[in-house]
């Protein structure tokens, strides 16, 4: 499923890598997570920057992201078989 977000990055953390900081809030925000009638968040992929901006008086860079999100969801009545090690 392809989703968009606003990645806040704050000023302390603008003097690295800006893509790789961006990546990791993204996986933070939604890796292993569940995603509200989408699913379980497995795999983020393709990650785009669209828009980057700096916030007003804040002075925070605010990305707009597009990214794959491979999503586990199950079935109302799915029966699921498994083993847990």
Known sequence: MILTDVIVVEPEKLGGDIVKETKKILK???????????????????????EPKIGNGSGNLEI???????????FRGEQLEGTIT
Do not use: A, W
Request: proline share 0%; hydrophobic share 40%; charged share 35%.
């Open 28 to 50: 933070e925000k939604y890796l292993g997570k569940i995603i509200r009638g989408k699913g379980f968040c497995r795999k983020i992929k393709d990650f785009k920057v669209i």
């Open 64 to 74: 707009k992201v597009q990214f794959k999100c491979l999503l586990f969801n199950t």
